[in-house]
């Protein structure tokens, strides 16, 4: 007799998920961003959508709070526990809150955030997790022919910015060639009032003989307060020798790149 799995499956900023055949719901987009003063409200739309081949699923709305640690990673939390969390301030239509969609059925979602008429912080930007779980596991078999149980739950994340929030800051506090990996291991902190994110670049130059190498590009997403640590792994066959590191921070403002540069040996 083959064993019976109940699998929950969790994902935060998704555009959907389809890993198993039969099952599957997509959530899109990943992100909503809403900007609003004191006592207003703005609403944006989700699409949900059951990609599964047969199965309908009863899914339900739910809040939450997330934040990055210094790695970039996703911390979850329960609603309203974080101090800029929003999660009190998200509502949906009362018909949303528990649906039932068909196998290839979509719904769309109208989600608001209503601005308290005062703060009880001075924070400018705040954030929240909404989450869209499936109630009702489903039968299913993984690549091993094993009978499984399979639930979805997807999370889109939820980002608020005061109208006067503007301001958007980077800023290197350290870069360091770190021969046991070997990487260089950059450490910079979002020192504005809103959210930033964009890529980083780096370029190696051999100083004995001119040569240029160019990294692939490394995503990144901060929040205010945040310090973000990046590691930047040098590529294999890197020839030996004396470099000069050059790291440029792009977070979409063209007057204000962040840059870096070391000088180190590589042996």
Known sequence: ?????????????????????????????????????????????????????????????????????????????????????????????????????????RKDIDVTITVPGTLADKLSTHTAVLYVSQMNPVDDVDNKGANIKVSIRSGIKLFHKLPSAKNRKLEISNLIYTKSNPALDLTFNNLGEIWADGKIFTDLVNTQNGKKTSLEAIVFYTMPGNKREVSIALPAGLDKGKYTASVMIDYGDRDNLELGELNFTYE
Do not use: H
């Not at 059951?50 to 329960?78: F, I, Q």
């Open 1 to 105: 007799m083959k064993k019976l799995y109940f699998i929950f499956l969790y994902l935060v900023g998704s555009l959907g998920l389809n890993l198993y055949a039969q099952t599957g719901v997509s959530v899109s987009p990943p992100r909503l961003y809403f900007e609003s003063g004191l006592g207003n409200s703005n609403t944006q739309k989700i699409t949900v959508t059951n990609v599964s081949a047969k199965n309908s699923l009863d899914l339900a709305v739910s809040l939450g709070d997330w934040e990055y640690n210094e790695k970039g990673e996703n911390m979850m939390s329960a609603a309203n526990t974080l101090a800029n969390s929003c999660a009190g301030w998200v509502s949906v239509k009362k018909e949303d809150n528990y649906f039932t969609l068909a196998p290839g059925e």
